[in-house]
């Protein structure tokens, strides 16, 4: 038996959304007979929660740079000790703008200049020039 969550998830995927008459590039870029399939461009609409999240935000007026909660630190440390059985600290968990800067991040740390790296594609461009 599935839960409500699980029946409100599953609704958010079987409802078709046109995006070509969106402002995407995705499904802008191609003739109508292409079936673009970008990596995360998503063809689906945000969970309820988090539009909800968004509008409160925005409805508060003012934005700037906030602390990460506590709450989330712990819930990653969490996640990462049941599903990968890895113990982190939480100095050690970094928080980054987006995915390109944290891979950049990561490479230079764990190679050295003029290195090698072994990046396995389909990728974000830029990676490959990390």
Known sequence: ????????????????????????????AYE???????????????????VRALRERIAHGISGYGAHPRALVD???????????????AEAVTFVPGVVPGFNLAARALAKAGGCLLIQTPVYPPILKI
Do not use: C, H, T, Y
């Open 75 to 89: 819930a990653i440390i969490e996640r990462l000790e049941k599903m990968s059985g890895w113990s982190v600290a």
């Open 1 to 28: 038996m599935s839960s409500g969550n699980d029946q409100q998830a599953a609704g958010l995927f079987d409802r078709i959304r046109d995006r070509r008459s969106s402002d995407s590039l995705k499904w802008n």
């Open 32 to 50: 109508a007979d292409v079936l673009p399939m970008w990596m995360a461009d998503m063809n689906f609409a945000a969970p309820e929660a988090a």
